[in-house]
C-alpha cells in the first residue's frame, strides 16, 4: 500500500527517503514501502503488520478511505477488527513459487481472510496478483492463480461480478497507476486492461441508512495533546454531530462530541458509512474501550448476554458441540462464549428446519445457535458475564454480524437474530 499511497501522492520524497534510510539501517530495506502504514517501532522491527493503520486516496469519482489490516495469523482479531469497518476489500496474493500455494492451501491466511471479509458483510472484492516480476511476469502464472481463487471466491459468496483481478508489481510500481517504463515491458505484451487504482475508482459505495439510530462502535481509544480522548471507529447508522451528547455501552458513561475529524479534516457531522475520529469531552475514560458502542441517551443499543444466532460452519476438522468454548467477534470486540444450545440445523437455501437439537454441527452446516457468554477467567465461577451491546441484523447489520473463532482458527459466522 506503501507505494500506492506514493504513485497517487499521499506520501511525499522527503518521506519516501526518510522510510528508506531508516529501514535500510534496520537491515530491511525491502520493507521501506510498508513503513508508511507499519508505524510502531514493533512493526517495522518484525517486518509485519500488526495494527490497523488508516489512510485515504483521492480518484477520479471516489474518496477511499484505506484500512490497512494485518494479515499474519497471529494478528486475526485485528484483521477482524479492520474488515468490520470496511465497505470493500483489496486483497493482495503472493505470485511467488510456493507463496501463493501456502497462503491458499487448506487452513492457508489467504483463504481465511476471504471467508472472514465475506462473512463480515464485504460484497466486493479486487485482488491484486503481486510480485509477478518474481516470475517473470508470465501470463501463466497469472491465470494459474486467477483459475485456482475463482470458484473459491464464489463458493465464499462473492459474485463474479464483482470480483476483478488486476496483475501488479508493487515495489516497482507497476500497473498500480500507470504501465510505463521498462518494468512494465513485459506485461505489457499481454494485459492491456486497467490498473489498480481504476478498480478502485470504479468501486460501487453501498447504499447509506442516515435515518437509522446512531451507532458507533469503538475500534481505538487513545489521548493526544489538545484534543484529549479521542476514539476511533466506524459509524455504522445515522448521524452523529458535534456538541451532541452520546451514551457509551455498555456501562452508564455519557460524552459530549467535542469534534469530528476524518483525515485531519474537522467535520461538523459524520453520517453512516464513515470511518472518523470523534474527540470527546465531559467523560470519564474509564466509560469507554474499544469495544464500546456510542449512541443517543434516547435510542439505546440492546445489550444481552445470551442470545440466538444462525451461523455457518467453515470447513473445520473437529465438529461443534453443545457447550463448546469459543471466541466470539462482534466488531472490534473479542469476548470469551460458548455455544450454550445446537438449536437445529437449517436448510442453506431456504433456512427450514432439517434437524432440531442435532449431536454436532459438522462441516459446512447451518444452524441456529444459542450462544452466552462467559465471565472472566478471574472472576469466579459465580461471576455473571458482562452483557454486550448488540442488535438482531434484521434491524442493524453491522450490529448484527458476529464470527465465531476456536483454538486460533475462525470456525463459524453468523447473524445476530433474537435474545
Request: glycine share 8%.
Amino acid at each position: 500500500m506503501g507505494r500506492l499511497l506514493y504513485e497517487v501522492g499521499r506520501m511525499d520524497e522527503k518521506k519516501r527517503i526518510a522510510n528508506e534510510r531508516g529501514s535500510s539501517k534496520m537491515g530491511k530495506r525491502s520493507f521501506s514501502w510498508a513503513w508508511e502504514l507499519d508505524g510502531t517501532t514493533e512493526e517495522r522491527e518484525r517486518g509485519i503488520t500488526m495494527d490497523i493503520a488508516l489512510q485515504s486516496i483521492s480518484t477520479p469519482h471516489r474518496e477511499i478511505t484505506i484500512l490497512d489490516a494485518p494479515g499474519h495469523k497471529d494478528f486475526i482479531p485485528n484483521m477482524i477488527s479492520g474488515a468490520s469497518q470496511a465497505d470493500c476489500a483489496l486483497l493482495v496474493v503472493d505470485a511467488a513459487i510456493g507463496e501463493f500455494e501456502a497462503g491458499f492451501q487448506r487452513g492457508g491466511q489467504t483463504r481465511e481472510h476471504i471467508l472472514l471479509v465475506r462473512s463480515l458483510g464485504v460484497t466486493q472484492v479486487v485482488v491484486a496478483v503481486n510480485k509477478l516480476d518474481q516470475v517473470q511476469w508470465e501470463k501463466s502464472r497469472y491465470d494459474e492463480i486467477c483459475d485456482a481463487m475463482k470458484p473459491f471466491l464464489v463458493q465464499s459468496g462473492f459474485q463474479p461480478s464483482r470480483t476483478k483481478f488486476v496483475p501488479v508489481g508493487a515495489m516497482a510500481g507497476v500497473n498500480l497507476t500507470a504501465r510505463k517504463g521498462p518494468y512494465a515491458d513485459a506485461l505489457n505484451t499481454w494485459y492491456s486492461g486497467p490498473t489498480l487504482l481504476d478498480l478502485l475508482d470504479r468501486l460501487n459505495p453501498p447504499s447509506r441508512d442516515i435515518t437509522a439510530p446512531l451507532r458507533f462502535p469503538v475500534s481505538n481509544v487513545f489521548r493526544e495533546q489538545g484534543f484529549g480522548l479521542g476514539v476511533s471507529g466506524r459509524v455504522c447508522g445515522g448521524v452523529v454531530q458535534v456538541g451532541e451528547r452520546l451514551r457509551a455501552l455498555p456501562g452508564d458513561g455519557t460524552a459530549v462530541v467535542k469534534t469530528i475529524s476524518n483525515d485531519e479534516q474537522s467535520l461538523p457531522w459524520a453520517a453512516d458509512g464513515s470511518n472518523v475520529t470523534l474527540y470527546l469531552t465531559s467523560v470519564d475514560p474509564a466509560h469507554v474501550a474499544i469495544g464500546s458502542v456510542l449512541c443517543r441517551p434516547t435510542d439505546l443499543v440492546p445489550l444481552a448476554s445470551v442470545f440466538t444466532a444462525r451461523v455457518i460452519v467453515f470447513d473445520i476438522d473437529i465438529p461443534i458441540t453443545a457447550g463448546a468454548s469459543i471466541e466470539l467477534f462482534h466488531q472490534s470486540r473479542d469476548v470469551s462464549a460458548s455455544i450454550s444450545k445446537v438449536v437445529a440445523t437449517l436448510d442453506r437455501a431456504t433456512g427450514t428446519i432439517i434437524k432440531k437439537s442435532p449431536r454436532v454441527l459438522p462441516k459446512n452446516a447451518s444452524a441456529e445457535v444459542q450462544i452466552s457468554l462467559r465471565s472472566a477467567a478471574m472472576s469466579g465461577p459465580s461471576a455473571k458475564a458482562q452483557p454486550i451491546p448488540i442488535e438482531p441484523f434484521a434491524v442493524n447489520k453491522d450490529m448484527g454480524r458476529i464470527l465465531i473463532r476456536r483454538g486460533g482458527e475462525t470456525i463459524a459466522a453468523g447473524e445476530f437474530s433474537d435474545v
